[in-house]
């Protein structure tokens, strides 16, 4: 039984309105939760991807600008 106090009057959800009730709350919980599962999973994945790229290519421009003659001190 789901018990509802808006304005003052008592509404009882009793049988099948309260499973109704019961489930659409978790479809709707599992939907959201899935949602933010997602959105986390897309934001790891693309610093991940991001840093992938970045350190090496980082690290390549640091010794292609160590190597280069234009910076070698004589």
């Given at each position: 039984m789901i018990i509802i106090k808006r304005n003052g009057k008592v509404t009882a959800l009793r049988g099948w309105r309260a499973w109704l009730?019961?489930?659409a709350a978790f479809v709707?919980?599992?939907l959201g939760t899935a949602l933010l599962i997602l959105v986390l999973l897309g934001i790891?994945?693309?610093i991940g991807s991001l840093l992938l790229v970045a350190i090496p290519l980082a690290f390549l421009i640091a010794v292609v600008t160590a190597l280069s003659p234009s910076?070698?001190?004589r």
């Open positions: 009730a019961l489930a709707s919980i599992a790891a994945i693309t910076t070698r001190q």
